[in-house]
């Protein structure tokens, strides 16, 4: 189907250029196993499963079947003082693949809804303790939590937020992307002392203000930066020691994208929140959810008054959706049965030995990756660091593979059924491209 000019204004588009898109459009039409079909009927390679969304391909039969049963059977089901059976079994599930501790799942729709409700509940577990003052978040520079009023005030990307003013109260510790470790292959050796930088944010605030360090084990949206050696570590302890709540956002790491179920699993750090969104579902339905430990759950139950009570004001119209659910557990199963983490593992040091050889392009200034994610910096173009990349991203396209430009950096996250050769192909694409350029 093709589009006009015209057709295609209505639709103000998300995170996009607007103008050049809509001069220029890039329309997929289909998409099974590995690859897209654009409008034009070409084959593009799906070099960042979505947006870090469809790690089993697309088009799989048995999430496609699980969704349709559903929604014959029961297509919506209100999720307020109502329930149904498919919630429960995902929750339950849910907590089965997170680390042990993680015990109660609260469904919202997305990324950025899960991230506001954890810092909603993070923000009402205390004051249901009766310590209010503990209103502060703690974020980190570069980090990206979604785009709602709180995922943009804990996040640290300026791009995101000096068009909209205040949002919550926060504050922010250093990224880890240091000059020492540039070209690093998996976990960077140095970078844990910069944990510490969250002893003197409690030395400025006090404990006694701050209710939550939030973190996103592995940065994804900044460029793929993948943790310090005990780094994490640091955080838990430092948390621990000032009673403040570890957050683990893990929207993009979570169900197999590090080789583990979870970032907590892989790196062996426990947060009492954590979020997850995008894999949980293939991308196929919007759902999105926060797991919490038995304290934060069971001060909400206790102090909730008369049981008849809503002890947390907050949720969504399509919490839990049954349609959702159906795919959520539909996709879990897959990745079970599937063996797909083991396909992550057996993977990750293909794309690591390939994408480490574009070092040699003058344009590359460094490179980084852990499991199937590896995030490649270029050098600025003059006056326009965000232009290179946005080239780069376009030239992949022309040879049919799809990657994500952002700030001044390449993201690669291939399907978790991607081959070697496949892999190959995505990293030669990048390499071809930047030789055009330089």
Not at 31 to 52: P, Q
Not at 60 to 77: F, G, H, K, P
Not at 135 to 140: A, E, L, Q, S
Not at 348 to 356: D, G, N, Q, Y
Request: glycine share 10%; charged share 20%.
């Amino acid at each position: 189907m093709t589009l006009s000019r015209k057709q295609l204004e209505a639709h103000w588009m998300p995170f996009t250029g607007n103008r050049q898109f809509k001069d220029n459009p890039r329309l997929m039409a289909s998409a099974k196993g590995a690859y897209y079909t654009d409008t034009e009927g070409r084959e593009i390679f799906d070099g960042l499963s979505g947006l870090w969304t469809c790690g089993a391909g697309h088009g799989r039969e048995e999430i496609t079947a699980a969704v349709s049963r559903q929604m014959a059977e029961l297509d919506y089901s209100p999720g307020f003082q109502y329930g149904h059976a498919l919630s429960f079994e995902l929750a339950n599930k849910v907590v089965e693949l997170t680390p042990s501790g993680l015990d109660y799942v609260f469904f919202t729709d997305s990324g950025s809804e899960a991230i506001d409700t954890a810092l909603k509940m993070a923000r009402g577990y205390w004051r249901t303790l009766g310590r209010p003052g503990k209103t502060k978040f703690i974020g980190r520079m570069k980090g990206y939590h979604g785009v709602n009023y709180g995922g943009v005030g804990v996040g640290g990307i300026a791009f995101n937020r000096k068009l909209f003013g205040e949002t919550v109260d926060a504050d922010h510790i250093s990224h880890t992307l240091l000059e020492e470790n540039k070209f690093s292959r998996g976990m960077p050796e140095v970078g844990a002392h910069l944990a510490d930088e969250l002893e003197q944010l409690v030395l400025l605030h006090d404990a006694s203000n701050i209710a939550a360090l939030i973190v996103e084990p592995l940065s994804g949206t900044a460029g793929v930066l993948p943790p310090p050696k005990g780094y994490l570590n640091r955080l838990r302890e430092i948390c621990d020691k000032h009673e403040i709540l570890l957050i683990f956002d893990e929207v993009i790491t979570g169900f197999g994208r590090m080789g583990s179920m979870t970032a907590a699993e892989e790196f062996a750090v426990t947060p009492d929140i954590m979020t997850l969104a995008k894999q949980i579902t293939n991308g196929t339905v919007p759902l999105g959810a926060v797991v919490v430990g038995a304290e934060i759950y069971s001060t909400f139950m206790h102090k909730g008054g008369d049981d008849y009570m809503v002890e947390f004001p907050h949720g969504y119209t399509y919490s839990g959706h049954p349609v959702a659910c159906a795919a959520a557990l539909a996709t879990l199963d897959i990745l079970q049965n599937d063996k797909l983490l083991d396909r992550v593992k057996a993977m990750a040091p293909v794309l690591e030995t390939a994408v480490h050889g574009l070092r040699e392009s003058a344009l590359v200034t460094d490179i980084r990756n852990y499991g199937l994610a590896a995030g490649i910096s270029l050098a600025h173009c003059p006056g326009q660091p965000l232009k290179r990349p946005f080239e780069v991203g376009l030239k992949c396209l022309e040879k049919g593979f799809y990657v994500r430009w952002g700030a001044d950096t390449i993201q690669l996250a291939p399907p978790f059924i991607a081959d070697e050769e496949q892999i190959h192909g995505l990293v030669n694409a990048v390499a071809e491209s930047l030789d055009e350029l330089d």
